[in-house]
Structures are given as C-alpha cells and as structure tokens.
C-alpha cells in the first residue's frame, strides 16, 4: 500500500509522510513475568512511519513500526516485533462500487478471554497476529434517505505461535440504511459467512445472521442505539448446531460540551487464537471521559463474560480502568493507564496492571519520558503468582 502511494500522481498537498523513532532503556525486575523471575536491562529501538494520501477517490492511512528489543543478560531471547496498521479505499466507479483492503499486524493476547493487549503492555503470552481484509461492495441510493449496500468480505487470519489455529474468511452481505427522520434511523440487513480453520482436520463453520436495528439522536453528541444480530450457525466439528441472539444496546451522552458518558450491554463473537470457532462474549460496560484544557481523564468499569461454542465453560471478570493525560505545564505532561481484572471464579487469577511517566518536550519534535510500570498477578493456592516493575527512559523524534 505504500508503494502504491508513493506511485500515485498526486500534489504534495495529497501525500503526507512522517518518520519517527525512540530508543528506550529499561530495567525491569522480573522480565520472566514468574515467582521468583530474574530481572534483566532491556535496550528498546524503534522507528516507524506514518502516511496518508486522500486525492479524489482514493484514500490511504498507513501506520508501521519495528521494534527491537535486546536483553542485555539474556534472561529472555532477544525480541524482533511489527507493528502495522493500514487501511486504502478505492472509490472504483464514482459513487457506485468501492473497494476496501486493509492489513493490521499486533500482539494479542493467545488467551482471548483477555481482550485486547493494552498500550504499554507485555507479556509472555501473546502471539503475532496479522488480519488481512478485502471488501469489494456497491452502494444503491434509493433515494435521500434510503442506502443499499451489499458485497463481500474475505479476512485471512495468521498467528505466529505454535498451536494457535490460522483461519480463512469470507462473508457476503446485505445491508439497508433507512432514516426515518434527521434523528433517527432504521438498520437491516443479512448475510452469510463461511469460517475455514487452515492445517487442522476439524473446524470451522457456516454462519447465517440477520441484522435489526435502529439509532435515535436526541442531542448533539447524545444518542441511543439497538441492534440485534439472530444467527445460525452449523459448525463442522460439533454434533449440534447453534442458534446465538448477538445484541448491541446502549446510550452514548454528551453530559457537557467536554464530558461524554456510556452505558452499552451487547454480546458478539470473539475470534480465539487457539481453538478453530469463536467465543460468545458478554460485555456490560459503563464509561465516563472529561476533555479539558490541559488534557482529559478516562474511568470505566466493564463486566465479561465468556463462553466458548463447544462446552458450557465461562471465564467471568470485572474489569475497572483509569486513563489520563495531563498538561503540567507548557512542556511537561503525566500520563498514565491501569487496570485491573477480578475473576468471578476463583480458580482464575486477579490480574493488576499500572503504567505511568512523565514526558517532557525538549523540542517541538523531540521528546523525552521517564515511565514506570506495574504487573502483579495473583492466584489462590497457586505458585504462578508474582509481580514485576520496570522503570525506563526513553528519548523520541517525530518528524
């Protein structure tokens, strides 16, 4: 997609393209992440690079950084990690046909009961993952206030750790777009999608799934929503079938001009790394976020509940969150993250995650951040427990 990019005719204007790079030495006491696990310093490089490109009817967003991590006592292999998230839309017959590819390389957490891996975090059981996306589609207006649209999508799904299961995608749907007034808006649509679970002799499956919904703007910034997804889905590897009711149901409020408030209960499936069908989770959440001048502050409490389609086994946690970033003055700025996970069942443990620093800008280019981070995770009876600091400097340039 960058080669593309950089081939296209366009102005400077068109094109924008932004390297940077920090290096980072840390020292982190227990980098086995174990009891009684060894501490080692940690050496950290890592360039990367931004472009987009939005000239007429395409439009690229391009993100990618390398690491390399080196531990200086080699209590842990020297690490090599990508970082890539890219998105290009081609409007190929004006207002018409569309296509859309897109390419994301991350960590993830191989336990997919976890969720997403968070900013900052690592961990000793993640894998590589790479989800490549393609979405050829057409959209029909009906008329000011009807859409149409309907295609594909194929995702090949790739893990680098050994025992995680590599699947292959492909999905045709139809969706239709309604407002009823400025306000308010229906949702419909159907689809089909077909899961292949790659070099395994057993997996997969067929999903039906119809969509019905609506959204209604009360205010600005302030809405309600309510979508529900009834599937059917005949798995290769299971003697029954499954019938699932996915939901989305929320409200979104604007309390001022700079404070948003949520509140949403919704379940869906969640692609899991080390089985060949996805997990039904369940997820209530209530968020609160305040902008201000010299910054914002984030705090949510979430509930999860997950069940995989082959048994009855859930994993059932609380998960509390705190963000925020602050202006102390005109170049000084604290930032930090936690977290926490409290399992309803005690045979899980009850997992404790803190990261701080504060950064200073030398230039208006280059800055410097002094972070420290927390893990401690805890399990009754068990001698998995254990708790792991680091503390690191870190110097970066963006252009």
Not at 224 to 232: G, S
Not at 240 to 256: C, E, F, M, R, W
Not at 351 to 365: K, P
Request: negative net charge.
């Amino acid at each position: 997609m960058l080669v593309l990019a950089l081939c296209l005719p366009a102005q400077a204007a068109d094109f924008q393209f932004k390297p940077r790079i920090s290096a980072t030495t840390e020292y982190n006491d227990n980098v086995e992440e174990v009891n009684g696990g060894k501490g080692d310093t940690v050496a950290i490089v890592k360039p990367g690079l931004s472009a987009t490109y939005d000239h007429s009817r395409i439009f690229l967003d391009l993100s990618y950084d390398f690491e390399l991590k080196e531990y200086m006592d080699d209590v842990r292999d020297d690490e090599q990690n990508h970082y890539l998230d890219g998105f290009l839309k081609v409007e190929a017959i004006k207002d018409l046909f569309f296509v859309e590819v897109s390419d994301t390389f991350k960590k993830q957490y191989e336990d997919s009961t976890r969720g997403e891996l968070e900013d900052g975090e690592t961990t000793n059981g993640t894998t590589d993952q790479n989800i490549f996306t393609v979405k050829p589609y057409f959209v029909f207006d009906f008329n000011e206030r009807t859409f149409f649209t309907t295609g594909a999508e194929f995702n090949d799904i790739w893990y680098s750790e050994e025992g995680n299961i590599d699947k292959r995608n492909a999905r045709a749907f139809v969706d239709i777009t309604h407002e009823l007034t400025d306000r308010w808006e229906l949702l419909t649509g159907a689809g089909y999608m077909k899961q292949d679970a790659r070099f395994v002799e057993e997996g997969g499956f067929d999903r039906y799934d119809v969509t019905l919904g609506t959204k209604y703007t009360y205010a600005e910034d302030s809405f309600v929503e309510a979508i529900w997804y009834p599937t059917y889905t005949e798995y290769e590897s299971a003697a029954s079938n499954d019938q699932g009711n996915p939901y989305k149901i929320g409200v979104t409020h604007a309390l001022s001009g700079t404070m948003v408030g949520k509140l949403y209960s919704e379940m869906d499936f969640t692609e899991d790394p080390q089985s060949a069908d996805t997990q039904e989770t369940y997820s209530h959440s209530a968020e609160l976020r305040q902008q201000y001048e010299r910054g914002y502050w984030n705090i949510g409490l979430r509930f999860n509940d997950y069940r995989r389609a082959d048994d009855d086994e859930h994993r059932r946690y609380w998960r509390p969150s705190f963000d925020i970033s602050h202006d102390l003055t005109g170049r000084l700025t604290i930032v930090g993250n936690a977290y926490a996970e409290f399992d309803v069942n005690d045979d899980y443990d009850t997992y404790y995650f803190l990261r701080t620093g504060l950064q200073y800008a030398i230039a208006e280019s280059l800055n410097t951040t002094l972070s420290y981070r927390l893990k401690n995770n805890e399990e009754n009876g068990n001698s998995r427990d254990y708790t792991s600091n680091t503390v690191g400097l870190t110097l970066s340039w963006t252009y």
